[in-house]
């Protein structure tokens, strides 16, 4: 998976330098109107540790990635027997297990490393890597069938078959995209964790499915992109669209009382709203392509935490405060996308509205039983919507930052940690917190800073 889907130049790749990007529809508006920016002359940097273990491991490790390969294929072949063969290992079943999967995905990583740092990609490698993942895919697909919809399992295998024969052909040259390398990996841990029944707590069947739909989706993209059916200035249009799609899903499943999967649909449009301004930066966008995205936002930050208010506390109350919410948040775009032209790139005017349509969502989730509670939570986000005298960081800006991102990939593992551990309201707490930190930090600065003038200031 990580030498066919990394390899390459940067010219070759299709969504490979996505970076992370706005939260709001600022950062799409600024790439449509803005596209021929001056951007300031990159200095060097010094390799971060990664990559210098990477460069060091390329260098030390004397196998051709061929051979690692068939090393890969050599341990997914019985590790797919004994997943399918419930009786084999007994009591030690699951570190048997755990120890072939941590050593097929070394392999995997090494493989990848190797054919990046000593240049020795071929049609061939990548084919050949891409053919050692097949048992261990189809084995935990067969698995995993049962509790499973149809759907997205079976496009995930027909799409993972069709870009290995897309590779063999050499069709637009070379398939690859860390984005889609780490949303498969992701799907297959979670795959294998759903077929043994490990971390039931955070992943439930709800969970795997709306992976297997995120990873879906990155590889269609790439499959249209490549067979030149999707053009570059509409993947960010693509985009906008997925993130509006979550939303509307997000509503299907708080209607069904699944708020748990509601609020994961609403992080990953998040994700996408920030990816959809990255894409119009780099390959450009249509004309329509700021308000599809600002509807989107709408549906997803607005109706869709607005909709779930509702369907906790159906009736009258629950209607109204549910539907002042999504005006609410839809009349801060619509303000934003008319005074564009006033807006900081690196700053936000208030919390944007992913994060307040994610406290409102987080709080519903986390207290429906107490609408008291629930509606103090959601008036706080509507504050912090409109304090628009105060600055937030942009965060798909802050994420430039090597240390930053450290912070953030640290930040996910302890989440991740934290449901697996304490369960969904645990991760869910730990979401809400972290929003509402970044929520209040810049106002109590700003009320610190205007303190501090007015100490400052001459008497009269």
Same mark, same amino acid.
């Given at each position: 998976m990580t030498r066919a889907d990394d390899a390459g130049s940067g010219q070759n790749s299709e969504l490979h330098a996505i970076e992370p990007a706005a939260l709001d529809s600022t950062a799409r508006t600024d790439a449509m109107t803005a596209p021929d920016a001056p951007i300031q002359a990159a200095t060097p940097l010094r390799a971060g540790p990664v990559r210098r273990f990477e460069r060091a491991l390329g260098e030390r490790v004397k196998l051709h990635p061929n051979r690692l390969s068939a090393l890969k294929l050599?341990?997914?072949?019985?590790?797919?027997?004994?997943?399918l063969r419930g009786d084999l290992g007994g009591s030690g079943r699951p570190l048997l297990i755990a120890l072939m999967f941590g050593a097929y995905a070394t392999?995997?990583?090494v493989d990848?490393?190797?054919?990046?740092?000593?240049?020795?990609?071929?049609?061939?490698?990548?084919v050949f890597d891409r053919v050692a993942e097949i048992p261990l895919l189809f084995a935990l697909a067969w698995l995993t069938i049962a509790v499973l919809p149809d759907p997205p399992l079976?496009?995930?295998?027909?799409?993972?078959v069709f870009l290995l024969l897309l590779h063999a052909r050499g069709v637009g040259g070379i398939l690859h995209n860390r984005l889609r390398t780490t949303t498969s990996y992701i799907s297959l841990v979670a795959l294998l964790l759903l077929s043994q029944g490990w971390a039931e707590r955070l992943v439930t069947p709800e969970f795997v499915t709306v992976l297997l739909w995120i990873n879906t989706g990155i590889s269609l993209t790439l499959v249209l992109r490549r067979l030149h059916i999707l053009s570059r200035s509409r993947i960010a249009d693509a985009l906008s669209l997925s993130n509006g799609a979550c939303g509307v899903m997000a509503m299907i499943f708080a209607n069904r009382g699944q708020l748990d999967v509601s609020l994961l649909l609403l992080t990953l449009g998040a994700a996408l709203d920030g990816m959809d301004g990255?894409?119009?930066?780099?390959? #450009? +966008?249509?004309?329509? $392509? *700021?308000?599809?995205?600002?509807?989107?936002?709408? @549906?997803?930050?607005?109706?869709?935490?607005?909709?779930?208010?509702?369907?906790?506390?159906?009736?009258?109350?629950?209607?109204?405060?549910?539907?002042l919410f999504a005006l609410f948040v839809?009349?801060?775009?619509?303000?934003?996308?008319?005074?564009?032209?006033?807006?900081?790139?690196?700053?936000?005017?208030?919390?944007?509205?992913?994060?307040g349509g994610l406290v409102a969502m987080s709080s519903v989730a986390?207290?429906?039983?107490?609408?008291?509670?629930?509606?103090?939570?959601?008036?706080?986000?509507?504050?912090?919507?409109?304090?628009?005298?105060?600055?937030?960081?942009?965060l798909g800006h802050a994420l430039a930052s090597r240390r930053v991102r450290a912070y953030g990939v640290a930040f996910v593992g302890?989440?991740?940690?934290?449901?697996?551990? #304490? +369960?969904?309201?645990? $991760? *869910?707490?730990?979401?809400?917190?972290?929003?509402? @930190?970044?929520g209040f930090v810049p106002s109590f600065a700003a009320f610190g800073r205007v303190l501090a003038e007015r100490r400052n200031s001459p008497r009269r």
């Amino acid at each position: 998976m990580t030498r066919a889907d990394d390899a390459g130049s940067g010219q070759n790749s299709e969504l490979h330098a996505i970076e992370p990007a706005a939260l709001d529809s600022t950062a799409r508006t600024d790439a449509m109107t803005a596209p021929d920016a001056p951007i300031q002359a990159a200095t060097p940097l010094r390799a971060g540790p990664v990559r210098r273990f990477e460069r060091a491991l390329g260098e030390r490790v004397k196998l051709h990635p061929n051979r690692l390969s068939a090393l890969k294929l050599l341990i997914a072949l019985p590790l797919s027997f004994v997943l399918l063969r419930g009786d084999l290992g007994g009591s030690g079943r699951p570190l048997l297990i755990a120890l072939m999967f941590g050593a097929y995905a070394t392999l995997d990583y090494v493989d990848g490393v190797v054919a990046r740092e000593r240049k020795l990609h071929t049609v061939f490698g990548r084919v050949f890597d891409r053919v050692a993942e097949i048992p261990l895919l189809f084995a935990l697909a067969w698995l995993t069938i049962a509790v499973l919809p149809d759907p997205p399992l079976l496009l995930k295998l027909g799409l993972d078959v069709f870009l290995l024969l897309l590779h063999a052909r050499g069709v637009g040259g070379i398939l690859h995209n860390r984005l889609r390398t780490t949303t498969s990996y992701i799907s297959l841990v979670a795959l294998l964790l759903l077929s043994q029944g490990w971390a039931e707590r955070l992943v439930t069947p709800e969970f795997v499915t709306v992976l297997l739909w995120i990873n879906t989706g990155i590889s269609l993209t790439l499959v249209l992109r490549r067979l030149h059916i999707l053009s570059r200035s509409r993947i960010a249009d693509a985009l906008s669209l997925s993130n509006g799609a979550c939303g509307v899903m997000a509503m299907i499943f708080a209607n069904r009382g699944q708020l748990d999967v509601s609020l994961l649909l609403l992080t990953l449009g998040a994700a996408l709203d920030g990816m959809d301004g990255a894409a119009a930066r780099r390959w #450009g +966008g249509s004309k329509y $392509g *700021v308000y599809m995205d600002d509807v989107a936002d709408g @549906v997803s930050y607005g109706m869709a935490p607005g909709f779930a208010l509702y369907a906790t506390n159906r009736g009258f109350e629950g209607a109204l405060v549910g539907g002042l919410f999504a005006l609410f948040v839809i009349t801060r775009l619509t303000f934003f996308t008319l005074n564009k032209s006033s807006s900081d790139p690196g700053y936000f005017r208030g919390v944007p509205s992913p994060a307040g349509g994610l406290v409102a969502m987080s709080s519903v989730a986390l207290f429906h039983t107490q609408p008291l509670v629930v509606g103090f939570l959601v008036g706080i986000a509507c504050a912090l919507m409109v304090a628009f005298d105060v600055q937030h960081r942009h965060l798909g800006h802050a994420l430039a930052s090597r240390r930053v991102r450290a912070y953030g990939v640290a930040f996910v593992g302890v989440l991740l940690l934290s449901a697996a551990l #304490g +369960g969904f309201r645990t $991760g *869910v707490g730990l979401v809400l917190l972290t929003l509402l @930190v970044y929520g209040f930090v810049p106002s109590f600065a700003a009320f610190g800073r205007v303190l501090a003038e007015r100490r400052n200031s001459p008497r009269r």
